[in-house]
């Protein structure tokens, strides 16, 4: 069976509150992490940027402020999430668009760079997915992709697991009053490719110059590549 109905229908519940749920969650670091995206897919001068799985708009909007000459659309196929966008960066000239990853409607050879955080560990096929940002992507155009990564089976795991099995589902049910997505989630996390593997499919996909860094005790990947 397909996650897409299923993720998307979690998405739209949980969008309201979806900012706070990512500050608490990450400590804070999520911010950071979003500025080191939009740093290495880079200016693309007065080209398009495309981010996939935009949820409330926040990688989409560090793109417009960096790159003030850059044409930015912001896409998610969970319809309330890209409300919540629209409302918070009103301001910013940022295309809002519906879409599903696993088949862009844009045409070959278009994007400077397309980002996403958090998409694929929320797809069936992620090198499917992969594929399809290569076809959109001009020759030398960049990919950067956050995701959660299965942290290392190390002294610190075991504390990991159990934020992971249950501090995130209580916050969850605290701040979102939704334990079961973010239970969804967590678990996802725990399923996800490993950062080598991700990496991967990235070359699986097509892509090039393909490199990772991890961040919060190697929970977090930003992954990059090239076409």
């Known amino acids: ?8 229908k979690m ?6 509150r979806y900012d706070l749920m990512n500050r608490v ?3 804070g670091q999520d911010q950071k992490w979003r500025r080191f995206v939009v740093e290495k897919a880079g200016n693309p001068a007065g080209g398009w940027m495309l981010d996939l799985a935009t949820g409330t708009g926040d990688i989409a909007a560090l793109s417009c402020a960096s790159y003030h000459e850059a044409r930015v659309i912001g896409a998610d196929f969970s319809q309330n999430m890209l409300r919540e966008a629209q409302k918070r960066f009103a301001d910013q000239p940022i295309h809002w ?11 070959d050879n278009v994007f400077e760079s397309v980002t996403f ?17 290569h076809r959109v992507l001009k020759p030398g155009g960049r990919v950067v992709c956050l995701d959660t990564t299965p942290p290392a089976k190390n002294l610190l795991y075991p504390f ?8 995130i589902p209580l916050m969850g049910r605290m701040i979102a009053d939704d334990e079961a997505a973010y239970a969804y989630l967590t678990g996802s996390t725990m399923d996800f490719h490993s950062a080598e593997a991700l990496a991967d499919a990235f070359r699986e996909a097509g892509l090039i110059d ?10 977090i990947g930003i992954h990059w590549g090239r076409k």
């Not at 955080?117 to 940002?133: C, F, I, M, Q, S």
């Not at 990991?160 to 501090?167: C, N, P, S, T, V």
């Open 1 to 8: 069976m397909s996650k897409g109905p299923g993720v998307q």
């Open 11 to 16: 998405f739209d519940a949980i969008a309201g």
């Open 25 to 27: 969650m990450t400590m």
């Open 97 to 107: 668009q519906a879409c599903d990853a696993n088949r862009l409607p844009y045409d």
């Open 117 to 133: 955080g958090y998409l694929l560990r929320n797809v069936d096929d992620a090198v499917r997915v992969l594929r399809e940002v």
């Open 160 to 167: 990991i697991r159990l934020y992971f099995a249950y501090g």
């Open 210 to 219: 393909v490199g990772y860094r991890k961040f919060m005790l190697g929970t």
